[in-house]
């Protein structure tokens, strides 16, 4: 049995929401032992976040919140008590790494800001991640990825020309940011490693997600062009769009950027004469031709005859599709782990692999508080009388 | 700790990364060269073909591409014709002395992957060996075409995007390739800090296709949970796993906010923001039954119909269609309401919070001719500083340099 990159890493995890969580959660798929410390008061606000188990809304019951906690431990703990300290210090002489997400202020208030935690563990690597940045006129006004998306420019470059920006699926900010987090967590671990020396890392989901729209930003300051959505258009492209396909909502992405694609397209379609008539007269009315050619067709069919001609082509997947996808089965995508509340579901596991040391799911989330005993004594050596003095003062429930 | 405290010096001072790449690939030795690693470009010669992809700008060297120029600044180049045994032998020369290769498929052919890893494994078996392929490794599938935008749809994206009576809309950025050379330079991270503690090389390959799924959140849970299929939605929509429909984007005076008042989930955030907007609302004299008929943000919004949603969305539109973004924005910062404004490129190149925090840096490249600003500082590390800025370097223009080096190590060991 090989060992994950990250076994013998020691996390603990205040982060909550979703950029957060999906990075520590890679540290926990490859074999860190992260303790995810929530306020039992005030638990990870995804909690409430659906879909639920059943439909029944419930503090253990959140798919959304279950997918971002695979392999992680769960501690319950009142971080507004006076004394939470006495449990949060021992966790803080333990960790490698201390992470979290809230809006900037809350850590310090707790006095977990950076400068406090070097002092009870100077190799500790600090990862602060918000929304805005932990300084700034913004700083303090808080927001989701939905915000985030729109003040990096994702959704301003989606949608139709003529109508309102599209509001892409997802928090997206969050999305992009646990990606740029790893990388500069990662970094601070191997310069730890090479010199010994932990450090603060502070990052602001709008920043990584800017990054997206680099281009078009260099393009506005060279030539005053400012970059614009435009639907399913491609400049460039001879044919880039989504056609309708058979069956309720079943839509297929074509794409042909040059001649033998095109002729091998039109052939597949079995109307050159059409279709080259309808490329003559512009994109609408080519697009109105391709989307006639398609609505009868089964989609699953015609991408399968697309690949085979060399057409890039994709069906645009449900949920559903995703988990019957031949492709994901093979790629081992989703590990199936099993709940106490909530069964067994399929949780989506990295977009990586290590041939050498694979990621692997190792447990369903935590119910909240649900590994609180377990990680108090066994990793923090706190003994019974010392958890039921916890719980007669109401810092543990 | 004080921002004086930053050394010099980025956390990967000494790491040298080799990219044979295209779009994806050079977005994974951007994030690398940002955190301090020395990366070298092998492009054949005359360069390879993303110095020309869209969009073009107007330099002194005549057109080229402000993506490639956006993700390249700060790398050198070599010429190397990797089908060629002068061009393969150079690459056995560099491979052994770099700690990570990136590659990814819109540059290599499958074949050409594996028998390049295979130089370079004989050659450095430490080395990471980094590719980002549509579909991933190790399966019958492993070698189909796909494009950014057929891998929007297979990841499940592109479906949950756009207004119901048109077909679903991409994001119109290349946002799979450029999130799967951020993920790729993770990922190529976590496996040569193994390398560094173990000596243990290995192949770290990344699926675009699971790069797009990671940015749905809760559609496969959704779907095993609830056999709900969520439905696009453009400017209103169903949020999350919702059942009703909520408007998202709000036209205002001069252009558009995201604002989720009512029915998005729980926390206390949200009802904090919904009655911080209802104070303004008040203040300004807009009150309506609707507005506290129940309570939006809380328990029992997931049973609230269908039309008391739309009613209270028509008296909130009233309010917000009064003000300008500006109004809206400084409001909302103050008194903590949930709201952003839906950034143009210009806006985010303007936008206060940015600038504040000094996300843009000054990038001067004579050659060029060019005085731009990049969006380079996205993280702040008080030990370990971001890279300086210098320009995307011509083709070939460290050939000469770096393979003299490295025939001296050759010719030393």
Known sequence: MTKGIFEGLKVADFTWAAAGPIATKQLADNGATVVKIESFRHPDSIRLGGPFIDDKPGINRSGFFADFHSSKLGIGVDMNHAEALEIIRPLIEWADIVAESFRPGIMKKWGLDYDSLRKINPRIIMLSSSLYGADGPWSQHPGYGAQGAALAGIQHMTGWPDMPPAVPKGAYSDSVSPRYALAALTAALIHREKTGEGQYVEMSQIEATAQLVAPQLLDLQVTGTEAQRAGNFKPGAILHGVYPCAGEERWITLECEDETQWEALAALLNDAEGLNAARAQGRDALDSRVAQLTAPVDAFELMKACRAAGVPAGVAYKGSDLLEDPILEARDHFWPLHHEEMGTLKYNGPAYRHNKTPAKLRSASPRLGEHTDQVLTEILGFTADDLASFRDRGLLQ | ?413
């Not at chain 2, 030795?29 to 993303?50: F, M, Q, T, W, Y």
């Not at chain 2, 173990?198 to 749905?216: A, F, K, M």
């Not at chain 2, 997931?302 to 109004?327: H, L, M, N, R, W």
Request: hydrophobic share 40%; glycine share 10%; charged share 25%.
């Open chain 2, 1 to 413: 700790m004080s921002k004086d405290t930053v050394n010099s010096g980025g956390a990967l001072q000494g790491v040298r990364v080799l990219e044979v790449s295209s779009l994806s690939g050079a977005v994974c030795g951007r994030v690398l060269a940002d955190l301090g690693a020395e990366v070298i470009k092998l492009e054949p010669p005359g360069g390879e073909k993303a110095r020309f992809d869209a969009p073009l700008i107007p330099t002194a060297n005549g057109e080229e591409s402000a993506s490639w120029l956006a993700y390249n600044f700060g790398k050198k180049s070599v010429v190397a014709e990797l089908d060629s045994d002068a061009g393969v032998a150079d690459f056995a020369c560099l491979a052994k002395t770099a700690d990570i290769i990136v590659t990814d498929f819109q540059r290599l052919s499958l074949a050409d992957m594996d028998r390049l890893e295979a130089i370079a494994r004989k050659a450095n078996p430490a080395v990471i060996w980094t590719e980002i392929l549509p579909f991933g490794r190790g399966h019958e599938y492993e070698d189909m075409p796909a494009t950014d935008t057929t891998l929007q749809a297979l990841g499940g994206h592109l479906y949950l995007n756009g207004e119901v009576d048109r077909p679903p809309v991409r994001v119109g950025l290349p946002v799979g390739l450029i999130q799967a050379g951020a993920e790729a330079s993770n990922a190529a991270l976590m496996a040569y800090y193994h390398a560094l503690r173990t000596g243990e090389g290995q192949r770290v390959d990344v699926s675009v296709q699971e790069v797009v799924i990671w940015t749905l959140l809760n559609t496969t849970m959704a779907w095993q949970i609830l056999s709900l299929n969520e439905m696009r939605g453009g400017a209103i929509r169903k949020e999350r796993a919702n059942r009703f429909y909520t408007r998202l984007v709000w036209p205002c005076q001069d252009g558009y906010v995201v604002f989720g008042p009512v029915g998005g989930g729980g926390g206390s955030a949200r009802m904090k923001s919904y009655a911080a907007l209802l104070k303004w609302m008040a203040e300004e004299g807009v009150t309506d039954e609707i507005l506290t008929r129940h309570d939006w943000n809380g328990d029992g919004q997931f049973a609230i119909p269908q039309e008391d949603y739309d009613a209270v969305t028509e008296v909130i539109k009233g309010f917000i269609e009064t003000k300008t973004s500006g109004d809206l924005i400084a409001r909302a910062v103050r008194d903590r309401i949930l709201m952003a404004p839906i950034n143009s490129i210009k806006d985010i190149h303007e936008n206060v919070q940015f600038r504040d925090r000094g996300l843009f840096k000054p990038l001067h490249d004579e050659a060029r001719g060019l005085d731009i600003e990049l969006p380079a500082n996205w993280v702040r590390m008080s030990e370990t500083g971001l890279a300086e800025m210098s320009p995307a370097p011509a083709v070939g223009a460290d050939t000469d340099a770096l393979l003299a080096d490295v025939s001296k190590v050759k010719e030393a060991s």
